[in-house]
């Protein structure tokens, strides 16, 4: 959360450059994108929350190379996966599902709102039919 600038729950190339600068261990643009590479599951081209404990346990089991960058970060960092890797994952996907009802709860809010204005609109016109009818009746 630290370093996901556009708080849309990834951190994309952009945002791994400014949190690799900032913990000491830049890296290029090409070591960059070999770092997402390394652990991008779903190939979108920017680490989800999964993806990024998947650095920690990756580094935890010796499956990093010395000299990567992965593993300058899983150094440099302070999480400790046993630990934030259930609770902060828990979080995270408790807190989408929750926008995701949010969103949907508004939405038909919306909805509902529209379909009464629509009903409203609806008998608001079947009345002027009605008054033009009497109308025409008292002309005659």
Same mark, same amino acid.
């Given at each position: 959360?630290?370093? +996901?600038?556009?708080? =849309? ?5 952009? $945002?791994?450059? @400014?949190?690799?600068? *900032?913990?000491? /261990? ?13 652990? +991008?599951?779903?190939? =979108? ?5 999964? $993806?990024?404990? @998947?650095?920690?346990? *990756?580094?935890? /089991? ?17 999480? =400790? ?60």
């Amino acid at each position: 959360r630290r370093y +996901d600038a556009g708080k =849309d729950g990834f951190i994309d190339l952009m $945002e791994l450059k @400014l949190m690799m600068e *900032k913990l000491g /261990a830049p890296q290029t643009h090409l070591g960059l994108k070999n770092m997402i590479k390394e652990v +991008d599951e779903d190939l =979108d081209s920017k680490l989800s929350f999964r $993806e990024f404990l @998947l650095i920690f346990r *990756k580094a935890a /089991a010796g499956e990093l190379q010395e000299d990567s960058g992965l593993h300058a970060l899983a150094r440099l960092s302070e999480i =400790d996966v046993s630990t934030e890797g259930v609770k902060g994952a828990r979080s995270f996907f408790e807190a989408k599902v929750q926008a995701i009802h949010d969103a949907s709860r508004f939405e038909e809010e919306i909805k509902a709102e529209q379909e009464e204005k629509k009903k409203q609109a609806e008998e608001l016109k079947q009345r002027k039919a009605a008054f033009k009818e009497l109308q025409s009746t008292f002309k005659q």
